[in-house]
């Protein structure tokens, strides 16, 4: 349509017979519409609507019968990972975004990412190649196992509720595998980042016992607290999971 314009435009400066004033007119406009560019209509292959799901705790619970849901949640199981592995500070977060890539939300995420389509998704293919960086804590295959698996559900923008048993909270139970999944990026391999290493039983539980209140006022997000000590970076965890932590610590951090 703006071509066929342009053209009109300039037929009328050959064809007529116009004033000076007139001539002006016509180019300028044509001037202002060639200097503009088209609008791209961006589609995408996912919905960024979030789905709120209140999904039953890991586990099974044969006394009620309760079936486990198996969806894999967003919030709590794939942007942790993300975050804390691929977008600190420096890497792929808002304000570094290293070779154009930020990992720090679903909008980000999803533009490495194909629904249902892993081998396509080039930001789970490329982790354990190149990223994070050999010199860098890595995902574990349970991680990878947990991202495909969101992949292959359509990567869905879900945020759960409910996602955890709160009377599991011994260290292998449950501990380890909530420090390595919202941790695990900044303080999964020594000396971890600010010398906190949180990679094993031993060093997790003399760093909390030493810094008790400075790591439950940080997991809970304490208004008081500076943003950038609030952890994990991605975003508070769920109630449940702070509620294991702290059980952990009430009860004498059971192994």
């Given at each position: ?67 486990v849901s ?119 391999s ?66």
């Open positions: 349509m703006r071509s066929l314009f342009k053209l009109y435009l300039c037929n009328e400066l050959i064809e007529m017979r116009l004033t000076p004033k007139y001539i002006f007119f016509f180019l300028a406009t044509f001037l202002l519409m060639s200097c503009q560019h088209d609008i791209i209509n961006v589609s995408s292959n996912y919905s960024k609507d979030t789905i709120f799901v209140v999904t039953p705790p890991t586990g099974s619970n044969p006394s009620t019968g309760t079936t198996d969806t894999v949640c967003f919030n709590t199981e794939i942007l942790p990972l993300y975050v804390s592995y691929c977008g600190s500070a420096g890497c792929h977060d808002v304000a570094s975004h290293r070779e154009g890539v930020i990992t720090t939300s679903y909008a980000y995420i999803m533009q490495g990412i194909r629904a249902n389509n892993v081998s396509k998704s080039e930001y789970y293919t490329i982790i354990g190649d190149d990223m994070p960086p050999r010199s860098s804590p890595q995902m574990t295959a349970a991680h990878l196992a947990s991202i495909k698996k969101w992949i292959e559900q359509g990567a869905l923008n879900t945020n759960c509720t409910n996602v955890c048993d709160t009377t599991v909270f011994t260290y292998t139970g449950a501990i380890q595998t909530i420090l390595s999944n919202n941790c695990g990026g900044c303080h999964g020594k000396p971890g980042s600010a010398n906190i290493y949180l990679g094993d039983y031993a060093s997790t539980k003399a760093y909390v016992t030493a810094n008790k209140s400075i790591f439950i006022n940080s997991i809970n997000y304490l208004p008081s607290l500076a943003v950038s000590k609030r952890m994990p970076p991605a975003g508070k965890m769920v109630d449940c999971k702070i509620l294991q932590i702290q059980k952990w610590i009430d009860n004498g951090y059971p192994q």
